[in-house]
């Protein structure tokens, strides 16, 4: 469109560079901070140039944090994660739009629910679950009286016991189990033709062969979106794996971050060792930056069809 | 009421050239209509006479005045577009009255204004309602309102009734000539119907793959067509080719089998041993018996359209069609004599498809 | 309604199982056992809950500290709001104009997104830490101006700027594409009727943009309820003397440090309810979804 708008132009790029700065910002003074010693960091006046200890600070907090394990742990969930949530979202949306049953709405219900509970405000009870993963068996075996029945009959206790504490399952599981993924499939496969499913019904491919040739090949862009968000979620985890962890060997990267400056609370007179936790936190930021600057053009996509 | 001069625009997109130097004069209140096939570059040329898009180089006037730099209101244009752009969340009156609003126009006078237009329209009855509450012709007509309420000295349309019904296009079709014949806004209309370009247009413009064909009026292109081109593109059913060589000797075109189709003499001598494509319109030969007309040609299957009928014929390896009132009986695999009426033999050069005309002295004299 | 589906429902049973199962493994069995908890109280020697009735959600609204952390929520829930949305619609609509240089300004505004609460709590604490850069330097200036370790208001206002810091990406997100589903045309036809860029934006964009507004001021909303509690663990840990013991927070601290399940769970479902009120909220906007033409 042809329109001349000088001072209008200049005043965006103003208004564009200033935002840009403010989110940028605590990058930047994050990196000053991870580049010089400590000295320098509480010195006054500030520094507000990097120095040249970052090499040093960087290599001190992975080696401080154990950030070497760390990264194999957290990579490890993210990518159960990643994985579960895509695969059981694409046969849970498979089943609920490509099958007519009669229970076809309540199970949609019972599922799209679990949107609107996210994992921070039922963690209580799910702690206890991942106590003990087949507690809901159990309860519902007793509730029902087999429990009763059997011991009653054949003298035997039914004790189900599964711990996921300090474990990988116990880690991955509890995060893929919500709806996010299964609305952005079903979404998705909403919005393919009838004619694909009938044309596939003449060529003589089952609902399997289906799935497999037609709606996985089709849903590339689905399947990248949703790896990078899910790889974001699992990867910046604090509050799940703070309280299921207390094995240090399977402790994860954004609670260890947490360690590096003590508690607020905690603090005594002594000085945080900024210049290190400013480092750690720079080396845990690195990896999910990349994957969404990398995959932003999927990863938008998906996160405005999810509704989160 | 406004004259637009085109003079050799060009336009690229990155490094692509869509648009190939256009010429083009638009008078005073003429009814332009710009005609062509999907992708060939209608929109384009519209959108740089509307401001929408800048022009990569040449100039386009109007009144007289270089406008390529200035925006889009800046213009005196009112554009209608194909999806209509109505405001989803405005009712029909502050649509309709939008222009007006920004201009500043004072809220009585504006009201008094919209008022006016929506009963030219025929409108009034929907003034509270939001476009999502209409129907296709009557949001149609609201963008119609529009455009009409700010009096432009222009009036574009970018094929603003192919979401219509058939019915109903014939119908607004007749609306926007009337709007035209009563206001005379110097108007710009792009479309690819050729039907609905042959009624509106004062001139029409037929462009293909970023140049212009052909200006001309609907008559002069349908009887004139300027290159191979413009004559398979206008009319219904497509014009038949047939390639020959011009014989002077016969005062003919004498084709692969030998056939000859007679030729005036002085456009057969201006063009002598020259390669040619012919066009025959379908409605301009007739059927004979064999062996009485130019050639014959084998009978294969016929189209029943009601007034006539159109019937498929096997010559040489090409179909060839001829339009038949008379609807005589035929017979499938049968020859029979085709004859061509007078002055319905259209000849291009084989090589650069352009019309061949016999030259007397520099003035292009058609004898055909 | 579709009418092309397989038939073998006992391929659909068994695709749906495996969610069916982990749903109700973490999620509604969770959820009812909360209920349980809510309604009961552990007896202290063991011995099994007693049912105590809507005891506990007495004690909890009849105290103080329960309902200066909803009031301290609603405050976050605000600011943090309000500064992300603002902020991030004004820098959405002026990067849509698509000048030079917007692929670019796009990406810094995105990968903010990428980054975990606790890693920005840690940051702003640190450049907000009195005794550190260059808010010890404002200090030292003006001796004792800024000190969020002791003063609550401050701590507050530190953990708001944060919760806004890591929201305005994802908020972008939804405003570029909001903006950049208003049709084109819609645009153009603005102009030829004469409406330059500031009078576009005012009377055709941001009306357009209503819905995709109400849905990010909700999910921004609901998301503070939640989503805080890694900011608040690692910046203030809910102090000063509470003074940022946001629900989450002392959800997590009640159940967890002083073990009082059943106050907690209580505490839980009230903040379900909230969040589940404001979805449905959500979706009644959403439903007002604007029709183009
Ligand atoms: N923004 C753009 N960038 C690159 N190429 C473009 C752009 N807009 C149009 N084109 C190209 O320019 C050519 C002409 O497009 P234009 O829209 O003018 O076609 P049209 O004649 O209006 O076709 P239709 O009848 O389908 O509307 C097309 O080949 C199209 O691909
Ligand atoms: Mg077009």
Redesign the interface.
């Known amino acids: 469109m042809i329109e001349r708008t000088p001072i209008l132009n200049i005043v965006t790029h103003l208004i564009l560079a200033s935002g840009l700065i403010l989110l940028l910002l605590p990058m930047y003074l994050t990196i000053v901070a991870a580049s010089h010693t400590l000295n320098d960091v509480i010195a006054v006046p500030p520094n507000l140039l990097p120095g040249d200890q970052l090499w040093v600070n960087l290599t001190e907090a992975w080696t401080k944090g154990h950030l070497g394990d760390r990264f194999l742990n957290t990579f490890i969930v993210a990518f159960g994660v990643m994985t579960g949530k895509i695969v059981m979202s694409c046969i849970t949306a498979f089943g609920l739009v490509f099958f007519d049953h009669r229970l076809k709405m309540p199970i949609f219900w019972l599922i799209f629910i679990t949107l609107m509970l996210p994992l921070e405000v039922r963690i209580v009870p799910t702690y206890a679950v991942a106590a003990n993963a087949l507690l809901p068996f159990q309860t519902l075996l007793d509730l029902s009286g087999i429990t009763w029945l059997i011991s009653a009959v054949s003298g035997i206790e039914v004790k189900m016991e599964w711990n996921l504490l300090n474990s990988y399952a116990g880690l991955i599981m509890p995060l893929v189990a919500t709806a996010t993924g299964t609305f952005l499939y079903r979404q998705f496969f909403l919005t393919i033709p009838e004619e694909l499913v009938e044309a596939a019904k003449m060529d003589g491919a089952g609902p399997l062969r289906f799935l497999w040739d037609v709606l996985i090949p089709l849903s590339r862009t689905n399947i990248a979106a949703l790896a990078t968000i899910m790889f974001v979620y699992a990867w910046n985890q604090y509050l799940w794996p703070l309280l299921v962890v207390t094995d240090q060997s399977y402790a994860m990267v954004a609670v260890e971050l947490g360690r590096l400056v003590p508690k607020l609370s905690a603090t005594g007179g002594e000085v945080p060792k900024w210049h290190i936790a400013m480092a750690g936190t720079l080396i845990v930021m690195l990896p999910p930056i990349l994957v969404v600057i990398f995959m932003q053009r999927w990863f938008v996509r998906g996160l405005i069809n999810t509704d989160k | 009421m406004a004259q637009i001069s085109i003079r050799n625009v060009r336009k690229s997109y990155a490094k692509q050239e869509v648009v190939h130097g256009v010429d083009l004069e638009v008078a005073t209140g003429e009814f332009i209509v710009i005609l062509g096939p999907s992708g060939c570059g209608k929109s384009t040329l519209l959108r740089m006479i509307?401001?929408?898009?800048?022009v990569t180089s040449g100039d386009i006037t109007i009144d007289n005045r270089v406008v390529?730099?200035?925006?889009?209101?800046q213009r005196g244009?009112?554009?209608v577009?194909?999806?209509?752009?109505?405001?989803?969340?405005m009712t029909v009156a502050e649509n309709i009255g939008?222009?007006l609003k920004?201009?500043g126009l004072p809220k009585v006078d504006r009201l008094a204004r919209v008022q006016a237009v929506a009963t030219s329209v025929g409108l009034t009855e929907f003034l509270e309602r939001r476009?999502?509450q209409?129907s296709g012709g009557q949001?149609q007509r609201v963008a119609m309102a529009?455009a009409i309420i700010?009096e432009p000295k222009v009036f574009l349309f970018d094929e603003p009734l192919s979401n219509l019904d058939a019915k109903l296009r014939v119908q607004m079709r007749h609306e926007i000539r009337r709007i035209h014949n009563h206001i005379h806004a110097t108007s710009v209309f792009v479309t690819h119907d050729q039907q609905e370009g042959m009624t509106l247009a004062d001139r029409l413009v037929v462009m293909n793959k970023g140049v212009i064909e052909q200006v001309g009026t609907p008559e002069e292109i349908y009887h004139r067509p300027a290159s191979v081109y413009v004559g398979g593109f206008i009319g219904s059913p497509a014009m038949n080719f047939l390639s020959g060589q011009i014989s002077a000797q016969d005062s003919a075109v004498v084709l692969a089998n030998g056939a000859k189709i007679p030729l005036p003499v002085p456009l057969a001598a201006a063009h002598d041993g020259q390669f040619t494509q012919i066009g025959l319109r379908p409605e301009e030969l007739a059927l004979v018996p064999a062996g009485k007309g130019a050639f014959d040609a084998a009978f294969e299957f016929a189209e029943e359209l009601g007034a006539a009928r159109l019937y498929h014929f096997q010559f040489e390896d090409l179909m060839l069609t001829v339009l038949s009132a008379d609807k005589p009986a035929v017979e499938k695999g049968k020859p029979m004599g085709i004859r061509i009426g007078a002055g319905a033999v259209h000849l291009f050069a084989a090589d650069t498809g352009k019309r061949l005309s016999a030259k007397v002295g520099s003035r292009e004299r058609e004898l055909v | 309604m579709r009418r092309a589906y397989f038939k073998n429902n006992w391929i659909a049973a068994l695709m749906v199982t495996p969610q069916l199962i982990v749903v109700f493994t973490f999620f509604y069995f969770p959820a009812s056992q909360a209920m349980y908890w809510a309604f009961t109280l552990e007896q202290p020697w063991g011995g099994g809950n007693t049912w105590v009735g809507l005891d506990n959600f007495r004690a909890i609204l009849s105290d103080d500290l329960y309902w200066s952390s909803v009031w301290l929520s609603i405050v976050f829930a605000l600011g943090s709001t309000a500064l992300a949305v603002g902020m991030a619609l004004i820098l959405a609509i002026f990067v849509d104009r698509q000048l030079a240089g917007y692929k670019a300004y796009k990406i810094g505004m995105i990968w903010p997104y990428a980054i975990a609460a606790p890693a920005v709590g840690l940051a702003f604490r640190f450049i907000f830490s009195p005794g550190a850069g260059i808010m010890m330097f404002v200090n030292q200036v003006f001796p004792d101006l800024w000190n969020p370790v002791e003063n609550g208001t401050q701590a507050m206002a530190m953990v708001i700027l944060a919760g806004a810091w890591k929201q305005v990406a994802y908020n972008f997100i939804f405003f570029l594409a909001g903006l950049q589903s208003i049709p084109r045309s819609l645009i153009e036809a603005g102009a030829m009727d004469g409406a330059r860029t500031l009078r576009r934006m005012r009377d055709i964009q941001l009306p357009l943009l209503a819905p995709t507004f109400f849905f990010v001021l909700v999910i921004n909303i609901t998301d503070s309820f939640t989503d805080s509690f890694g900011i608040i663990d690692t910046m203030t840990a809910g102090g000063p003397s509470r003074a940022t013991n946001l629900m989450v927070y002392k959800i997590f601290n009640d159940g967890f440090q002083g073990l009082d399940y059943s106050g907690a769970a209580a505490q839980s479902i009230i903040l379900m309810g909230l969040v589940i009120a404001l979805t449905f909220v959500q979706f009644r906007y959403i439903e007002r979804k604007v029709h183009y033409t």
């Open positions: 509307a401001g929408l898009e800048s390529n730099d200035l925006e889009p209101h244009c009112a554009m577009f194909q999806n209509y752009a109505l405001y989803p969340h939008y222009a920004v201009a476009p999502g209409l949001r529009r700010r």
